[in-house]
């Protein structure tokens, strides 16, 4: 009895875990995906003559459907730390549940935003950037020609802390991700180099939200 009581216990999870995927990806697109949970995607058949879909619990689909899969969105959230000599570049890239955005690069000089070139979004990064040691920021910049962005820190600070905000798009998605990357870099020049930490989040599901009146 004690079983089935667990049984049935992971299985109230796993309908929890699909209703919700299910309510996010009706907000978002209006198509319902879920079950077969193969990691960051969710299996499905479609009828092959009205588009019907319904669960695959793992049996597959019928000869008179089509498998579809749709990947899950989610938010990300990852850091990069380390140290680096005079004239290195630490570069990382920076993933949202749904591909590449870009590709985070630091030096003892300065930091680069690489947008992901390959995808074809609805519009370009909007990068908002913000450091105490970059006299023109805040700048806001939007990578329509250009596909990066680079700041250079200035003044004798060891310590340069550094705010980023970036929202793009992944592939052909229609929705847009928004990144908030944390950091700083801090100058060790008896070592002839420098540490640097980000901390990187990525969102890809827009919350509900009221507009009044």
Request: glycine share 12%; charged share 15%.
């Given at each position: 009895?004690?079983?089935?009581?667990?049984?049935?216990?992971?299985?109230?999870?796993?309908?929890?875990?699909?209703?919700?995927?299910?309510?996010?990806?009706?907000?978002?697109?209006?198509?319902?995906?879920?079950?077969?949970?193969?990691?960051?995607?969710?299996?499905?058949?479609?009828?092959?003559?009205?588009?019907?879909?319904?669960?695959?619990?793992?049996?597959?689909?019928?000869?008179?459907?089509?498998?579809?899969?749709?990947?899950?969105?989610?938010?990300?959230?990852r850091?990069?730390?380390?140290?680096?000599?005079?004239?290195?570049?630490?570069?990382?890239?920076?993933?949202?549940?749904?591909?590449?955005?870009?590709?985070l690069?630091?030096?003892?000089?300065?930091?680069?935003?690489?947008?992901?070139?390959?995808?074809?979004?609805?519009?370009?990064?909007?990068?908002?950037?913000?450091?105490?040691?970059?006299?023109?920021?805040?700048?806001?910049?939007?990578?329509?020609?250009?596909?990066?962005?680079?700041?250079?820190?200035?003044?004798?600070?060891?310590?340069?802390?550094?705010?980023?905000?970036?929202?793009?798009?992944?592939?052909?998605?229609?929705?847009?991700?928004?990144t908030?990357?944390?950091?700083?870099?801090?100058?060790?020049?008896?070592?002839?180099?420098?540490?640097?930490?980000?901390?990187?989040?990525?969102?890809?599901?827009?919350s509900?939200?009221?507009?009044?009146?």
């Amino acid at each position: 009895m004690q079983y089935i009581r667990q049984l049935l216990g992971g299985q109230r999870w796993k309908l929890a875990l699909l209703a919700a995927g299910l309510a996010v990806l009706a907000l978002v697109g209006g198509i319902a995906y879920a079950s077969g949970d193969t990691g960051s995607v969710y299996n499905a058949c479609a009828k092959t003559d009205n588009g019907q879909l319904r669960l695959d619990t793992g049996g597959g689909c019928l000869p008179s459907e089509q498998a579809v899969q749709l990947a899950k969105p989610q938010d990300t959230v990852r850091h990069v730390s380390g140290f680096i000599f005079n004239g290195t570049t630490a570069s990382t890239p920076v993933r949202s549940a749904a591909g590449l955005l870009g590709t985070l690069s630091i030096t003892c000089s300065d930091l680069t935003w690489r947008t992901d070139t390959s995808d074809n979004g609805t519009f370009a990064d909007r990068v908002l950037f913000y450091s105490p040691q970059v006299p023109d920021s805040p700048l806001g910049v939007t990578l329509d020609s250009a596909d990066h962005v680079t700041v250079t820190w200035s003044g004798a600070s060891q310590v340069r802390w550094f705010q980023m905000q970036i929202e793009g798009t992944v592939g052909n998605q229609p929705v847009p991700t928004l990144t908030q990357i944390n950091g700083f870099v801090k100058g060790f020049p008896e070592f002839g180099g420098c540490s640097y930490y980000a901390y990187v989040e990525t969102s890809d599901i827009a919350s509900p939200q009221t507009l009044t009146p």
